[in-house]
């Protein structure tokens, strides 16, 4: 079966609404193909905005809600990504396919939980749900977990999706 690549725009802002209760209503996200490649996969490359205004591209694991349209990452409060989407929330996440022909690129603004100051806070509970969706399963012992997230000063970065473009791979018939 051979393959057909097309590029993929979609800037959700303008889509038809659809409603969430106790939300406002949001848009769909876009094409498929390219949502399928972002819920596929874990890994990818956050690009944040540098003082300067050039891209700062760090490899990252994350995970992708597809009822929100928002991806998370676990991240550092001392790192150069988290303070330059405190400082500007543009951001960017994409994410290759593993023939590295497909891509989708998730545009949205950045959103920053808490710091985890204490092992059983929200932000903590944040990481560890992010932790098993990550991966899939469990940490061998939670509360190690939990206090390595205090004393890394972890937080979670959420990215909630405004345009996903790309190209995506399709199947000819």
């Known amino acids: 079966m051979s393959t057909d690549a097309r ?33 596929a996969r874990r890994q990818g490359v956050l690009a944040t905005v540098k003082k300067d205004g050039r891209p700062q591209l760090s490899n990252v694991l994350y995970v992708w809600d597809p009822e929100d349209g928002l991806a998370r990452v676990s991240v550092t409060a001392d790192r150069a990504k988290t303070r330059n989407a405190a400082r500007d929330p543009r951001v960017s996440l994409h994410v290759s396919a593993e023939d590295f022909a497909g891509y989708a690129v998730v545009e949205g603004d950045a959103e920053l939980s808490a710091v985890a100051l204490d092992p059983h806070d929200a932000a903590a509970d944040e990481l560890v749900a992010t932790y098993r969706a990550a991966t899939g399963g469990e940490h061998p012992d939670w509360e190690e977990f939990r206090r390595a997230m205090v004393a890394d000063r972890r937080q979670v970065l959420r990215v909630r999706a405004t345009k996903v473009y790309g190209m995506a791979r399709l199947s000819r018939p």
Do not use: K, M
């Open 7 to 39: 590029d993929i725009s979609r800037d959700i802002s303008h889509d038809t609404a659809r409603d969430v209760p106790g939300r406002a209503p949001r848009a769909p996200l876009g094409d498929p193909a390219l949502l399928d490649l972002v819920a």
